[in-house]
């Protein structure tokens, strides 16, 4: 089968054997697949990474325990938890500290013909959502993870930095929760998507200081949370979603002495991603750029990286 491998910044795509498949996991064949900023960070050295990437997919079940799954199109959690410790007794499988998480630490990811992954992380996709909106359930979970971890009040303003897939997805979920959102980035065409669901939308200029009560960081950027940091009022609550390679600087003293609350946020609850797909409550097909064959990886790589590219999807 093909096989996407990352090591030292070089993408490949190479022959390997089909995977076996454990009990309790499904084998699956993958349909399509999304490139994400996490993936490109990998491809920077993030992790120290050397494997098959991907996280973002859907997929249709080829073998399975439950025989309810098979032939199935699905999407799955990234997380893989030991199911054993306290940590995941109390509900916490995302951070389970022997967790292996798929495409990025110790799991081989999606960007090959077939992969595995436990049964129990597995979401059926329903008949209204489509192979290209599905493959967004992942991110868009992350996004809406937000919502679970504070108390947003609706129709209070949001600002939202960065103009990426993530940061698209965010403001999407927040106008869908009913608050005001103020987009801030570099790129119109990008910002438009999320400007045409009702975000004002800024490209470019100074950022505001001390202007909202909330603001979200999806920069993608080492930077994005000193600017974050400058934008919310005393009191006020950060919420970190960049994941990146590099460390990132900031003044702890206008942290302690505004009282700022940092909320790191990473991955979420498939359901309600599901939902509002099904609903058609957030544009996600306005995101994708292009499409390539498994077998173009290494151009589907390149091409992520260029300005004015939302997202890459791989069938």
């Not at 997805?169 to 999320?194: E, T, Y």
């Not at 800024?202 to 979200?216: I, Q, S």
Request: with cysteine.
């Amino acid at each position: 089968m093909l096989s996407v491998h990352l090591e030292n910044g070089r993408v490949e795509v190479r022959e390997m054997p089909r995977p076996t498949r454990p009990k309790g996991y499904a084998l699956l064949r993958l349909l399509v697949g999304g490139i994400c900023n996490t993936d490109l960070e990998l491809q920077r050295g993030y992790y120290g990474f050397a494997g098959t990437p991907g996280h973002e997919f859907v997929a249709g079940v080829v073998e399975a325990d439950d025989p309810l799954l098979v032939g199935r199109r699905v999407v799955g959690e990234i997380n893989l938890a030991c199911g054993d410790c306290d940590w995941c007794a109390r509900g916490l499988g995302r951070h389970c500290p022997r967790r292996t998480v798929l495409g990025i630490v110790k799991h081989p990811g999606a960007f090959q013909e077939f992969f595995t992954l436990p049964e129990r992380n597995l979401h059926v996709v329903p008949d209204e959502i489509s192979n290209e909106q599905a493959v967004f359930v992942e991110p868009l979970a992350a996004a809406l993870e937000i919502l679970d971890q504070a108390a947003i009040p609706k129709h209070e303003n949001v600002a939202v930095l960065g103009d990426g897939k993530l940061g698209i997805l965010i403001a999407q979920v927040l106008l869908d929760h009913g608050n005001g959102v103020q987009h801030f980035g570099r790129n119109p065409s990008k910002l438009a998507i999320s400007g045409k669901m009702g975000a004002i939308t800024h490209a470019g200029g100074e950022l505001p200081k001390a202007a909202f009560r909330w603001v979200v960081d999806a920069t993608g950027s080492s930077a994005g949370i000193e600017s974050a940091i400058q934008m919310v009022e005393p009191r006020g609550t950060v919420f970190l979603k960049s994941t990146v390679h590099d460390r990132a600087a900031f003044d702890l003293a206008t942290v302690i002495v505004n009282e700022i609350s940092l909320i790191g946020s990473r991955c979420g609850r498939f359901e309600p991603a599901l939902e509002l797909l099904r609903k058609g409550k957030v544009d996600v097909l306005s995101m994708i750029s292009q499409s390539f064959p498994l077998v173009a990886a290494p151009e589907a790589f390149s091409t992520a990286t260029k300005g004015g590219i939302i997202k890459v999807l791989l069938h």
